[in-house]
């Protein structure tokens, strides 16, 4: 992540409401990222008004933490394009299952069919490999190699081309497809994946022989394998795969490189269409389901924003602990009032745990964070906000029968009043501790 951009989220941070040149400000940043990650220009126009639209609207104002807000929104439209919940594979009910895979020379369909065989048997299916792709030279024996490694059989009627020229139309194709689904069917296979060929460049050729191959098999899903550091042009060739082929779903490959995966963006919005895997290097198991989640950061770099999140986060405690160390020292007493902020903040604690919780390498922070049990907080708001004013200011005077009240009118039990009360105490005796040890307080009172 850019300096800029770190130094734009601080800007942010120190601020209570975002204006409407703070949002221009963090949108000029967020526009460089998605363009240092490849993601195609004109998606990046798209993005970003979505993006600042929403900032600028009244979700924003009024934030406790803006910048935390702004990477909200980032993230959750980054997330929403990629495709929201993750899509699992569609299996017919009348096997077998026919998956076809498209795509360019060199994306990576023959090493996918490999992956996708291994996996679908580890879950107890029996796919079968049919080896359609007659053109690139020892594209019939890679796919033997690759099936062998998974343990699946493979269709292959044909020796495809042996020699060096891939231009050369050799054998059919679509014959071969065809065949291979009727074999799977006669065999009781129940999925078929065919590896057909790919083009170093979109043309003409390469798509009729898709979309025939398409047409005489009948797919239930045609994954479009794209390889992720192909940048800017992922725009063009998804585009042409969709008109040319149409397809069900993307495979993002090649995603152990650098490319930070702009791609996966720019063909999710354009297409409209899922992504359902990554491939994440050139062995049989690295292979995964794509998560949209994980792919937003990964865009952005959002481990890196929500780091500076979490020190804000950390500032902006240590901002209320002053405060209310100041307000101890100064001889008023630490009240229920206080306490409620208190609960308030462990709460929006609490929602950051969300965010935190789509992230990798967030593990210990998470851990940490899971051991505040937002529905206590809610309990403990629930008592307090049931108490009167003047309750809240003297605890002392909350007898019996105002404690029957309070847990009736909070939906509470009285041990729960008496719960919360001893814990304030405990926290009330700590905070003058401290006023007068002259530290500083921590966040009393979920000690339990
Ligand atoms: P195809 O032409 O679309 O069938 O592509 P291939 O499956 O033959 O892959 C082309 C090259 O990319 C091969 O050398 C593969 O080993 C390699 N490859 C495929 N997928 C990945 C991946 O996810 N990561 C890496 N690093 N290499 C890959
Ligand atoms: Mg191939």
Redesign the pocket.
């Known amino acids: 992540l850019s300096d800029r951009l770190t130094q734009t989220f601080k800007n942010l941070r120190t601020k209570g409401r975002l204006s409407e040149a703070d949002i221009d400000a963090t949108i000029r940043e967020i526009r460089r990222a998605l363009l240092d990650a490849d993601v195609a220009v004109s998606v990046v126009r798209e993005f970003t008004g979505a993006v600042r639209e929403r900032a600028l609207s009244s979700e924003v104002s009024g934030a406790l933490n803006p910048a935390q807000q702004v990477v909200k929104i980032v993230n959750e439209e980054l997330v929403g394009i990629l495709g929201g919940e993750t899509r699992t594979l569609r299996f017919s009910k009348n096997p077998p299952t026919v998956i076809m895979l498209a795509?360019?020379?060199?994306?990576?369909?023959?090493?996918?069919a490999g992956k996708l065989a291994l996996s679908l048997r580890e879950q107890g299916h029996t796919p079968l490999l049919v080896a359609a792709?007659l053109q690139?030279p020892n594209?019939v024996t890679?796919l033997g190699v690759v099936a062998e490694r998974a343990g699946a059989p493979v269709f292959a009627p044909h020796p495809g081309n042996q020699g060096a020229e891939t231009d050369t139309v050799i054998g059919d194709p679509v014959a071969v497809a065809r065949d291979g689904v009727a074999h799977a069917r006669a065999k009781q296979h129940d999925v078929v994946i065919i590896?057909t060929a790919?083009r170093l460049g979109i043309d003409e050729l390469l798509m009729r022989q898709a979309s025939d191959i398409r047409d005489a098999t009948n797919p239930d899903e045609v994954l479009f394998?794209i390889d992720a550091m192909i940048g800017q042009d992922a725009v063009a060739t998804a585009k042409a795969f969709e008109e040319g082929v149409d397809f069900t779903g993307v495979v993002l490959?090649?995603?152990?490189?650098d490319a930070r995966g702009g791609a996966a963006l720019s063909v999710a919005k354009v297409t409209g269409r899922p992504i359902l895997f990554a491939?994440?290097?050139?062995k049989l198991t690295?292979f995964e389901v794509f998560h949209p989640d994980r792919m937003a950061s990964r865009i952005l770099d959002m481990g890196d924003v929500l780091t500076l999140i979490e020190q804000a986060e950390k500032a902006f405690d240590a901002e209320q602990a002053q405060i209310m160390a100041d307000k101890v020292a100064s001889g008023k007493d630490f009240t229920l009032a206080d306490f409620l902020v208190q609960m308030q903040q462990l709460r929006s604690m609490g929602s950051m745990k969300k965010m935190l919780g789509m992230l990798p390498g967030m593990g210990q922070m998470r851990e940490a964070i899971d051991n505040f049990d937002e529905r206590e907080v809610d309990r403990v708001e629930a008592i307090v906000r049931s108490m009167t004013p003047a309750e809240r200011e003297n605890p002392k005077l909350i007898n019996g029968s105002r404690r029957a009240r309070i847990a009736k009118g909070s939906g509470t039990t009285t041990t729960d009043v008496n719960q919360l009360l001893e814990r304030f105490e405990n926290a009330q005796k700590m905070m003058r501790q401290m006023a007068r040890g002259g530290g500083m307080p921590g966040m009393p009172g979920m000690g339990g």
């Open positions: 795509g360019l020379q060199g994306a990576g369909k023959t090493t996918l792709d690139r594209a890679q590896d790919g394998v490959s090649k995603l152990d490189g491939s994440t290097g050139e690295d």
